[in-house]
């Protein structure tokens, strides 16, 4: 079996072991009144959503868990080279950050009306923490490509600088596509088209087991949009966002080909960037607003455009700018 089928293969297997167990956990997730908050000063629409479940980032993780663990005690066991070690650390990523994202879930759906879980400097600090020892880890463990750009040759050894940058990026990423989830259907695609797209990348430079990683994600985002396309069954939450940007930002560092993320998460990368932009404009100006609310993809609700519409164009947007991240990783 090729490298590219077996990739694929992986990608529909979970989805096919992770859409079966969908309706049980929603079941359950109800049962246990685990029910999306919504913030009060939200576009009005969204307490359409109040009470839907979330916490619903369990239903893509665990089965990427299993399945690649499974198969890579296989590979120990055994002389089928299905999954290495050097999947161990996004994997170790994905728990750990999951974690942070259920126990900011868990204090939000136990305090009303949206006021929210942890407090964002606890939250931002254990995720810094969580970073430090996974940037450690890359520099001095996996030893991956510190800085690869398009149209160089050469390799570029950052130094002692690689931690910090890592750090920043593994917490900023985390951040992004938790600022990107709010509107049915969009943190998943764009994750999925983002993993794929360096599922891609890792293919090219022939990192075959960090390929089928990918793809595993893949499928297993897939299945959790069976149940989140809209009107969505699930919320992902923060249990799914954070560990799934954080994710993406290992295997981004992973093929040493982390600058074209911005490019190829452009729609993460636009969100969290309108947040800093309305921040920065407000303070400036004592009071006016440059978005009619960020992140951006409220600014288009609340001008008009329905959530589909907004989803299903950031998505065009997302899928270009990732087969574009891909073409200059060809360079």
């Not at 009060?40 to 109040?50: S, Y």
């Not at 923060?238 to 093929?255: N, R, Y």
């Not at 951006?296 to 990732?322: D, N």
Request: charge should be positive.
């Amino acid at each position: 079996m090729t490298q590219t089928a077996m990739a694929l293969s992986l990608g529909g297997i979970t989805f096919l072991l992770t859409v079966i167990w969908g309706g049980p956990l929603i079941r359950v997730l109800k049962m246990l009144n685990i029910g999306e908050q919504i913030r009060i000063e939200g576009p009005q629409r969204h307490f359409t959503k109040l009470g839907t479940p979330t916490m619903g980032g369990w239903l893509f993780i665990i089965p990427i868990l299993l399945i690649t663990g499974v198969l890579n005690l296989v590979s120990i066991l055994s002389e089928l080279n299905v999954f290495g070690n050097s999947i161990l650390l996004p994997l170790l990523t994905m728990i750990l950050f999951a974690l942070v994202g259920a126990l900011d879930d868990w204090l939000g759906i136990r305090r009303p009306h949206g006021i929210g879980g942890l407090r964002a400097r606890w939250k931002f600090l254990l995720q810094t923490i969580l970073a430090i020892g996974i940037a450690l880890i890359l520099k001095y463990g996996l030893k991956p490509p510190e800085l690869i750009l398009p149209n160089v040759p050469e390799v570029i050894d950052l130094g002692i600088w690689y931690i910090p940058i890592a750090v920043i990026w593994i917490v900023g990423w985390s951040n992004a596509v938790n600022i990107t989830d709010g509107l049915d259907g969009l943190a998943g695609l764009i994750a999925a088209t983002a993993f794929a797209a360096y599922g891609a990348i890792a293919m090219l430079q022939g990192q075959v087991f960090l390929v089928r990683f990918c793809f595993t994600v893949v499928g297993a985002l897939f299945a959790f949009l069976w149940y989140n396309a809209h009107p969505a069954e699930l919320f992902m939450g923060d249990t799914g966002s954070i560990p799934l940007g954080a994710t993406l930002g290992v295997v981004a560092l992973m093929t040493g080909q982390w600058i074209l993320l911005p490019i190829i998460a452009i729609i993460p990368f636009s969100e969290t960037l309108s947040v800093i932009l309305q921040v920065a404009y407000f303070k400036i100006t004592k009071g006016r607003r440059l978005f009619k609310m960020a992140p951006l993809k409220h600014h288009f609700e609340l001008s008009g455009w329905s959530e589909t519409q907004i989803v299903q164009r950031f998505w065009l947007v997302a899928l270009l700018s990732g087969m574009f991240g891909v073409a200059l990783a060809l360079i």
